[in-house]
């Protein structure tokens, strides 16, 4: 049975600060880990031992190995850690890993390329004619009965940061290098390989004589093109196959997209978008968010509007997207206000005592309450942009006199061109600070019955709608919740370091909300 290296041992510093806290090969792509994407394809395709060299938060590695290698019978995953990773790059590794493969044939991967299983499958599998043997007068002396050494790589795909090879004039890979230019370039290569054991042997041998001259000796990549002359060496075509190398925050982005489980989005019966931050920043809409929306509603797609933002209402949100371009009902603008309001009439409230903008205080008004309750049952915070001291003294007085505390949204921040500022919930934690008590309830995302009643009301199912929205602890929680599919943009509150550490995962990660449009 073959066995397989996986070199996973370096920083990933030029993903900072999403590895701040997280080796590159542990971070999410898809629903997974990369390196879980790895070991998965190296059981399904038959691999009995396979050996994961470590280094940067080992123990991360390690805990991952043991429990994807749970998962599958007959599968041994064992970790070697380099002590050296900082100091070291990925030929010192490999170098580790002799005493676990020499002798036998064995594949080898860099730990920081996610990729479809079958590519395993067809490294694995790809053996025909001479494909495999060694050239005659090597000094191994001809194919010595074991598999034939061979690379993946990606015939329909150039990409100036990979590995790309070239080949001789009977198909045989004579040189593989990042420098080869695109015109002379067979094929990029997506760092994984299948060496036979007498190459294997070969390849051990060169790289400990050149970590001998140097300490850091460089990437393996090198040691293999140094014995390519003497060695029948293969392409093995996986074109068609979904892979990425993750070397950057533009890898990343890919790969996040290339792998996503998001359904078409112009096949869903709704799609939610939240405002702030996603659909706009500011007085200006996100890159492509008209693009999206109208493309969504040229198939069919109901589209609503979601806001925890309490300092406005229906009617001057619809009027704010109509003058940035994109037209609104404001019956498809659902607000915490909504919530707020709902719950007042449930309770049959006398007295109510608004803390918020005009515009929030106009809307409760209008749903037949008194927003200046000399002595309120309720005191309701919004976001104010409008505060005063003696507001929020007038609410903790009447909290601190019995009055129940409503909170219309629990956000702490509001994106705006400028940056994060002082949100809702911010506000409550200082009447919270003041008062001593808790919000009674708290309105708005994530809470589900925010639009429980439209998706019951218009029979969608769960599996029908789709929720986007730039924060992890309103729109993805909420999304999660319902079990519909989510999109969490990095265009206002979450970064994708904040998504690699959470224990929400949205079924895509975006830049924006443009880069839906090839979602529809």
């Known amino acids: 049975m073959m066995k397989a290296i996986i070199l996973a041992a370096g920083v990933g510093s ?15 792509i898809g629903s997974r880990p990369i390196l879980a994407h790895q070991l998965r394809a190296y059981a399904k395709a038959g691999i009995g031992e396979l050996v994961v060299v470590a280094g940067y938060r080992a123990g ?3 805990e991952l190995c043991e429990t994807v290698a749970a998962e599958y ?7 070697i850690e380099n002590g050296r990773y900082d100091s070291t790059d990925n030929m010192y590794s490999f170098s580790l890993a002799r005493e676990a493969v020499d002798g036998d044939d064995f594949l080898l991967s860099n730990g920081d390329v996610v990729f479809e299983p079958d590519a395993i499958k067809r490294l694995v599998e790809s053996e025909s004619g001479t494909e495999g043997r060694e050239r005659s007068g090597n000094k191994d002396g001809g194919d010595g009965g074991g598999v034939g050494s061979a690379i993946a790589c990606d015939t329909g795909t150039y990409d100036a940061e990979s590995m790309k090879i070239t080949l001789d004039g009977e198909g045989r890979i004579d040189h593989i290098s990042k420098g080869i230019e695109g015109a002379a370039a067979y094929a990029t290569s997506i760092d994984c390989y299948r060496f036979s054991a007498e190459f294997g042997t070969a390849l051990f041998d060169e790289i400990d004589r050149r970590i001998d001259l140097d300490a850091d000796a460089g990437w393996t990549e090198a040691a293999i093109d140094a014995l390519l002359a003497d060695f029948d060496v293969r392409p093995v075509d996986i074109a068609g196959l979904r892979w990425v190398e993750v070397d950057n925050h533009d890898d990343l982005v890919a790969a996040d997209r290339l792998f996503s489980s998001l ?7 709704a799609v939610f978008f939240d405002l702030d931050g996603t659909l706009y920043l500011g007085d200006e809409l996100t890159p492509g968010a008209e693009a999206v929306v109208s493309g969504l509603r040229e198939r069919g797609v109901e589209v609503y509007f979601l806001s925890n933002n309490s300092s406005a209402w229906k009617t001057d949100y619809a009027a704010k997207l109509d003058a940035l371009g994109i037209d609104a009902d404001p019956e498809n603008v659902i607000l915490s206000t909504d919530g707020v309001l709902a719950h007042l009439e449930s309770v049959g409230a006398a007295g109510v005592y608004v803390l918020g903008t005009e515009a929030m205080r106009r809307a409760v008004r209008e749903g037949g309450f008194d927003v200046d309750s000399a002595d309120p049952e309720h005191v309701v915070v919004g976001f104010d942009t409008e505060l005063t001291y003696e507001k929020a003294a007038e609410a903790t007085l009447a909290i601190r006199d019995g009055a129940d505390f409503l909170l219309a949204h629990p956000d702490l921040v509001c994106p705006t061109p400028e940056g994060l500022v002082p949100d809702c919930g911010a506000i409550g934690a200082m009447i919270e600070a003041a008062t001593g008590e808790r919000p009674t309830r708290t309105f708005g995302k994530p809470g589900t019955d925010m639009i429980e009643y439209v998706l ?10 789709a929720i986007v929205g730039d924060r992890l602890a ?11 599919e989510s999109v969490c943009v990095l265009s206002g509150d979450a970064t994708r370091a904040d998504v690699e ?3 929400l995962q949205p079924t895509l990660v975006a830049e924006a909300v443009g880069d839906l449009l090839d979602r529809l």
Do not use: H, N, Q, W
Not at 14 to 28: G, H
Not at 73 to 79: L, P
Not at 263 to 269: D, I, P, V
Not at 474 to 484: D, Q, V
């Open 73 to 79: 019978d007959a599968f041994s995953v064992s970790v």
């Open 501 to 503: 550490e959470s224990p």
């Open 474 to 484: 309103t729109e993805i929680r909420m999304a999660e919740r319902l079990s519909c």
């Open 263 to 269: 359904s078409a989005l112009g096949e869903k019966e």
């Open 14 to 28: 030029r993903l900072r600060p999403v590895t701040r806290r997280r080796p590159k090969p542990c971070i999410t």
């Open 456 to 465: 019951t009301e218009r029979g969608y199912d769960p599996a029908d709608v």
């Open 60 to 62: 991360e590695i390690r």
